[in-house]
């Protein structure tokens, strides 16, 4: 069955770097839209990032910049760079399917405090 499972997350200093991962199993990857998105503590899911499978990526704007989304075909993989971390980027990130997300994971938490 489809299996989306994070990691990478924890505890980092503002201005420090993190890399999200994403293993995917159970559909057809390499073939198949993925994004990243996120849920701060009291409010929405707020879209990250969508990578096609011709590696074409997409921000929202104030992600541009410091995140960057990226995949790896043969592990069935996407990760998400996190650079420069702020106290903001505090939240539960969450890989899914397509842009909707249709289909998503548990989630890796993110705390970015000194």
């Known amino acids: 069955q489809l299996q989306i499972v994070e990691s990478g997350g924890g505890l980092a200093q503002p201005g420090g770097s993190l890399r999200l991962s994403c293993a995917a199993s159970?559909?057809?990857?390499?073939?198949?839209?993925m994004s990243w998105a996120r849920q701060a503590p009291g409010k929405g899911l707020e879209w990250v990032s969508t990578i096609y499978s011709d590696s074409m990526s997409y921000y929202a704007d104030s992600m541009k910049g410091r995140f960057t989304i990226s995949r790896d075909n043969t592990k069935n993989t996407v990760y998400l760079q996190i650079n420069s971390l702020k106290p903001e980027d505090t939240a539960v990130y969450y890989c899914?399917?397509?842009?909707?997300?249709?289909?998503r994971g548990q989630g890796t938490q993110v705390t970015v405090s000194s």
């Open positions: 159970g559909f057809t990857f390499s073939s198949s839209t």
């Open positions: 899914g399917t397509n842009r909707n997300m249709k289909y």
